[in-house]
């Protein structure tokens, strides 16, 4: 009997280890902040605890002034941060600890100067990082991967590869990542293309030609693809030119497509805003905020006439890409008469839930919304964010944050309880 039970304590003892290790594991990925959407892509953050009001002198755990110019969101692993800038005429690589201490800086190829205007920057792409590698991408072209350690491991230089830069403003979309390799989207009036390159080496896996026939500006996109599962295979989103396609991670293959999205042919509908998906159907704002259109994934070739769950004309948004958590939809519109004002609506229908407007302001919105422990996080231009109450059955303003800053162009990013916050020349993390 004496065995039997010192047997029993030795199981009980291994389980209970067992859901420590378990546990931890899950809280050091919940931490994580691998790209720009976030761990799902699509603006929901995991974790609790987040900070409802803060201010220059309340909850903030550090603060820390950056060199050069940038608006790329932040990656996080682990303990680490990575951002970019552009300073001195050089494209930088910056990673900071969780402390808020620099641990290194690396410059990777000579910078291009944003357009000019507060939002204009050489380094407007956020990083992507799996862990052990950090993929950064520059208006100027240069392509790269650093061990998390600050190491080089290769670059090249997609302009001069495959043709230079057409678009009319700043480059915009960030990289993400496949299991074995690094997704860009290159989107303008000229060859347009996805193409895959190896995380160990930067050879290029493969390259798919997007050529929609979209007109004129129409056939620029500023929008970050979506890496989601169908299945049993990764899938690659992307927004611009008029379509909705869906490629094969494996191999680039366009596996459907959704056209329709510009009828009359308008020469300026440019994409900024990005798609979200969530439960195996895409969200799609586009027409400069004009038409939002859910996209039911799967099928082949052009499933425009047999996909389309719903469209809405009364929401969109311009820049700030839709978020999507709990079978909710979040829009932060950001034009015209509009401007500030957030809707939620239910996913499979289209219908809405709630709608509000904030606060009038001089200033709109160019961070995305993020949602987090049942809220909803909307960053204005000039690094005020509001906190709505995102599970409630009508609009619900929480709080408003403001920090001693003028220009925020970059999406908070959420680490188990903790918001990281960049802008133009500082780096915040809030906390309770």
């Given at each position: 009997?004496?065995?039997?039970?010192?047997?029993?304590?030795?199981?009980?003892?291994?389980?209970?280890?067992?859901?420590?290790?378990?546990?931890?594991?899950?809280?050091?990925?919940?931490?994580?902040?691998?790209?720009?959407?976030?761990?799902?892509?699509?603006?929901?953050?995991?974790?609790?605890?987040?900070?409802?009001?803060?201010?220059?002198?309340?909850?903030?755990?550090?603060?820390?002034?950056?060199?050069?110019?940038?608006?790329?969101?932040?990656?996080?692993?682990?303990?680490?941060?990575?951002?970019?800038?552009?300073?001195?005429?050089?494209?930088?690589?910056?990673?900071?600890?969780?402390?808020?201490?620099?641990?290194?800086?690396?410059?990777?190829?000579?910078?291009?100067?944003?357009?000019?205007?507060?939002?204009?920057?050489?380094?407007?792409?956020?990083?992507?990082?799996?862990?052990?590698?950090?993929?950064?991408?520059?208006?100027?072209?240069?392509?790269?991967?650093?061990?998390?350690?600050?190491?080089?491991?290769?670059?090249?230089?997609?302009?001069?590869?495959?043709?230079?830069?057409?678009?009319?403003?700043?480059?915009?979309?960030?990289?993400?990542?496949?299991?074995?390799?690094?997704?860009?989207?290159?989107?303008?009036?000229?060859?347009?293309?996805?193409?895959?390159?190896?995380?160990?080496?930067?050879?290029?896996?493969?390259?798919?030609?997007?050529?929609?026939?979209?007109?004129?500006?129409?056939?620029?996109?500023?929008?970050?693809?979506?890496?989601?599962?169908?299945?049993?295979?990764?899938?690659?989103?992307?927004?611009?030119?008029?379509?909705?396609?869906?490629?094969?991670?494996?191999?680039?293959?366009?596996?459907?497509?959704?056209?329709?999205?510009?009828?009359?042919?308008?020469?300026?509908?440019?994409?900024?805003?990005?798609?979200?998906?969530?439960?195996?159907?895409?969200?799609?704002?586009?027409?400069?905020?004009?038409?939002?259109?859910?996209?039911?994934?799967?099928?082949?070739?052009?499933?425009?006439?047999?996909?389309?769950?719903?469209?809405?004309?009364?929401?969109?948004?311009?820049?700030?890409?839709?978020?999507?958590?709990?079978?909710?939809?979040?829009?932060?519109?950001?034009?015209?008469?509009d401007r500030g004002t957030i809707d939620c609506l239910d996913l499979l229908t289209g219908s809405t839930i709630?709608?509000?407007?904030?606060?009038?302001?001089?200033?709109?919105?160019?961070?995305?919304?993020?949602?987090?422990?049942?809220?909803?996080?909307?960053?204005?231009?000039?690094?005020?964010?509001?906190?709505?109450?995102?599970?409630?059955?009508?609009?619900?303003?929480?709080?408003?944050?403001?920090?001693?800053?003028?220009?925020?162009?970059?999406?908070?990013?959420?680490?188990?309880?903790?918001?990281?916050?960049?802008?133009?020349?500082?780096?915040?993390?809030?906390?309770?």
């Amino acid at each position: 009997m004496k065995s039997i039970r010192l047997k029993l304590m030795r199981v009980s003892a291994a389980c209970l280890l067992l859901l420590i290790v378990t546990t931890f594991s899950d809280e050091v990925r919940s931490g994580d902040w691998p790209g720009w959407r976030g761990p799902h892509g699509n603006g929901s953050a995991d974790g609790s605890g987040y900070p409802v009001e803060w201010s220059a002198k309340k909850n903030i755990v550090w603060k820390v002034e950056l060199p050069g110019l940038g608006a790329s969101t932040p990656a996080v692993a682990g303990d680490l941060i990575f951002l970019t800038t552009t300073s001195e005429g050089k494209n930088q690589v910056l990673c900071y600890d969780i402390g808020g201490k620099l641990r290194w800086s690396k410059e990777i190829g000579s910078a291009v100067d944003g357009k000019p205007g507060k939002d204009g920057t050489g380094a407007n792409p956020s990083v992507a990082t799996d862990g052990e590698n950090v993929f950064v991408y520059f208006k100027s072209g240069d392509l790269g991967c650093f061990s998390i350690s600050g190491d080089l491991k290769w670059q090249t230089n997609l302009q001069q590869r495959f043709g230079e830069d057409t678009l009319w403003w700043d480059l915009g979309t960030s990289p993400v990542l496949i299991e074995n390799a690094v997704v860009i989207a290159c989107m303008h009036s000229g060859p347009s293309y996805v193409a895959a390159f190896a995380k160990d080496d930067g050879r290029m896996l493969w390259k798919h030609d997007r050529e929609l026939g979209a007109p004129e500006e129409a056939a620029q996109s500023y929008s970050t693809p979506v890496v989601v599962r169908d299945g049993d295979q990764e899938v690659i989103v992307v927004l611009g030119a008029d379509h909705v396609t869906a490629h094969a991670a494996s191999d680039g293959r366009e596996l459907w497509r959704v056209g329709g999205l510009n009828p009359t042919q308008h020469r300026y509908f440019r994409s900024i805003a990005g798609p979200a998906v969530a439960d195996g159907i895409v969200i799609a704002p586009y027409a400069r905020g004009e038409s939002l259109t859910a996209i039911k994934m799967g099928g082949s070739g052009d499933v425009t006439g047999s996909r389309i769950l719903w469209e809405k004309k009364e929401t969109s948004a311009d820049v700030p890409t839709p978020a999507i958590a709990d079978g909710r939809v979040y829009i932060c519109r950001d034009v015209k008469d509009d401007r500030g004002t957030i809707d939620c609506l239910d996913l499979l229908t289209g219908s809405t839930i709630w709608s509000g407007k904030l606060e009038e302001h001089r200033t709109t919105y160019r961070s995305s919304p993020v949602v987090a422990d049942g809220k909803v996080y909307v960053t204005r231009q000039d690094g005020v964010v509001f906190v709505l109450d995102a599970r409630g059955s009508e609009f619900k303003v929480l709080s408003k944050n403001t920090l001693d800053d003028d220009h925020t162009v970059s999406t908070p990013v959420f680490l188990d309880g903790r918001i990281l916050l960049r802008s133009s020349r500082y780096m915040y993390l809030i906390g309770s």
